[in-house]
């Protein structure tokens, strides 16, 4: 058993505003196996001589964030135990590194932090304007805005190429778009609408992606050009503008032909005495049949789907076409239903694909659930931004990283990579990346 001692020399840095010293010296205790004491400005850890040298290495990096304004809490405790644990300390002193930080009356405050809560936790930069305010720190939102756009532009584009390169080689993409709002566009009148277009790799493919493009408007073309070189299954809704992606094989989305029953269907009407409600059955028969069929090889459900949802198919386009003189919403169920029929039926050809397009429009929510807040960007080059960053912390997400330990990681190794060589290389911190899954997995 041994005793080393380090010192507190500012008790103010002990007490993290996201939670107490205290707490994260029990979880340093559980983790090391080592009893630690905090009093009197000194903590003293006692145990093995091993686990106790790494002790003091994490707790002397908790109090660098510390006095450099990063939140310390239980993910930042096991980060910091995971560097040491694996012999790579020498991480520790670059993770409050000075490069994307900015001093406010004493304060270091990092863009990763802005970043983090808007895209993560869904809080428009004027809400984080009024936070610090709040906490003494004079920080204004087109300051953070600024910040924020730096830093996608200087070190995380090369993400978003990545993502998009990546996603290209898949053999199943699913794409959805939705209405954003972004001043300052050139000729056009703040109040147009523009488009955030977002793709996503399949289901079961190996490796997830999300990539997120902002454009000016909903035209197909925008889909063409994202999507060139692309020869496989694009699953999509009905929107017409996918058309001109001229090489991929198309599948519509069974989930937005059900929604357009449901939608001409009056409250309370059942299948027996309503048209509407009988085609929202129809469709609800394919998903329980895909539920039933969810954990099988791709051959396996393609066999199935031939045997079991054929027939189920067969007799709903015979039920669509007793449909005589439909009005009002019936009418847009039905000839939606006739204009997709070719897409629609595409999932009995390839076993390896969805019938919905839910996929995507699961990646889409976070940045739905963002816009409420924030309502618009107030330019171009800030919803280019939110593009980028969105790309990269949906596809960690949907790695199942933990983001607040990815983007703390990425923000202090690129800005030395990015001052070594312009054309830095990204491969090792991929979100889909062995490394990256080792270090901050999630599950």
Not at 373 to 385: H, M, N, Y
Not at 391 to 410: G, I, P, Q
Request: charged share 30%; aromatic share 8%; glycine share 6%.
């Amino acid at each position: 058993m041994i005793e080393q001692t380090v010192s507190i020399e500012r008790m103010e840095d002990a007490i993290d505003i996201f939670g107490s010293f205290d707490e994260n010296i029990r979880l340093i205790e559980q983790e090391l196996g080592v009893r630690v004491v905090s009093r009197d400005g000194q903590v003293k850890i006692s145990g093995e001589e091993e686990p106790v040298d790494q002790a003091a290495k994490v707790i002397r990096g908790l109090l660098s964030l510390s006095a450099r304004g990063e939140a310390i809490h239980e993910q930042n405790v096991r980060y910091l135990i995971q560097l040491v644990k694996s012999g790579n300390e020498d991480k520790i002193q670059t993770l409050a590194a000075d490069v994307l930080c900015v001093t406010a009356k004493g304060k270091p405050i990092k863009a990763k932090t802005m970043g983090q809560k808007k895209y993560v936790d869904a809080m428009p930069l004027y809400r984080q304007e009024q936070m610090w305010k709040r906490m003494g720190v004079a920080l204004k939102r087109g300051t953070m805005a600024n910040w924020v756009i730096q830093v996608a532009n200087l070190y995380l584009r090369p993400f978003w190429k990545r993502i998009r390169s990546e996603l290209l080689t898949q053999s199943t993409i699913h794409a959805d778009e939705t209405v954003m709002q972004v001043h300052k566009e050139k000729d056009r009148p703040d109040t147009s609408e523009s488009r955030m277009w977002v793709y996503s790799s399949a289901k079961r493919a190996d490796i997830q992606l999300r990539c997120f493009e902002y454009r000016e408007s909903r035209s197909g073309k925008w889909a063409r050009d994202f999507l060139e070189g692309f020869s496989g299954v694009l699953i999509t809704d009905g929107y017409s503008g996918y058309n001109k992606v001229q090489d991929a094989e198309r599948a519509g989305c069974w989930a937005h032909m059900r929604r357009k029953w449901l939608e001409a269907t009056p409250e309370g009407a059942d299948a027996k005495t309503c048209k509407a409600a009988e085609g929202y059955a129809f469709c609800n028969r394919l998903f329980e049949l895909e539920h039933q069929f969810e954990k099988l090889p791709a051959e396996e459900r393609l066999v199935q789907r031939r045997e079991r949802s054929a027939p189920v198919l067969e007799a709903y386009w015979k039920w669509l076409n007793t449909i005589s003189r439909p009005t009002g919403k019936l009418k847009d169920a039905v000839t939606y239903a006739q204009n997709q029929k070719a897409h629609l039926c595409a999932f009995l050809e390839h076993g390896e694909i969805e019938i919905s397009n839910n996929q995507v429009e699961n990646a889409i929510r976070p940045f739905v659930v963002g816009r409420k807040g924030w309502l618009f960007a107030d330019t171009p080059q800030g919803a280019e931004a939110s593009a980028i960053i969105y790309s990269l912390m949906e596809t960690a997400k949907a790695n199942s990283l933990r983001l607040d330990d990815d983007l703390l990681h990425l923000l202090s190794i690129l800005p030395e990579r990015a001052e070594r060589n312009k054309d830095f290389e990204v491969d090792d911190l991929l979100p889909w990346s062995e490394e990256m899954k080792s270090w901050f997995s999630a599950v």
